[in-house]
């Protein structure tokens, strides 16, 4: 389904002002966000329906059924849009705590891994450089046997 941008006729009433929108269309939205968004603008479309039939209908203008159903609704679309405004911000919010939460364990989660990570290269570290010392004592004490038994076979030779 194509996406249109609002006509400039169009005279639907802001859901914020001009700084939270930019704010709103810089931030990717969702699938929550954008329900409760596509539902509140449906709302908000709703609401300048009525706003246009009921001016239309002051100025002397006839309006037909379906619009004289939208004014006798007025009241129920007041406060649905009212309603749904506040329980749209209230979820961004709570969304947003969400998200920083989530980050927050991720973050959490990432750091203990590191930490375990290097606890584990430091015990291998350990362990080599024990089992160097411990090849370099055998090593050294093999060589020094060696030794002795060279000085001993050379003592017999000499004899």
Request: glycine share 4%.
């Amino acid at each position: 389904m194509p996406t249109s941008t609002p006509a400039p006729h169009d005279k639907d009433p802001p859901l914020h002002d001009v700084a939270d929108l930019r704010d709103a269309a810089a931030k990717p939205m969702g699938n929550v966000q954008s329900l409760l968004h596509r539902r509140l603008r449906a709302l908000q479309k709703r609401s300048a329906k009525i706003e246009r039939a009921v001016a239309k209908e002051r100025d002397g203008g006839e309006i037909d059924d379906q619009q004289r159903e939208l004014v006798a609704g007025a009241a129920l679309t007041t406060s649905m849009l009212d309603e749904m405004t506040k329980l749209f911000d209230q979820c961004v919010g709570a969304i947003a705590a969400d998200v920083r939460d989530a980050v927050a364990d991720a973050k959490a989660r990432e750091i203990a891994t590191a930490r375990e990570a290097i606890e584990r290269l430091e015990k291998t570290s350990r362990d080599e450089r024990r089992d160097a010392e411990a090849r370099e004592t055998r090593r050294e004490r093999d060589e020094k046997r060696r030794a002795k038994e060279r000085e001993g076979a050379l003592r017999a030779l000499e004899k």
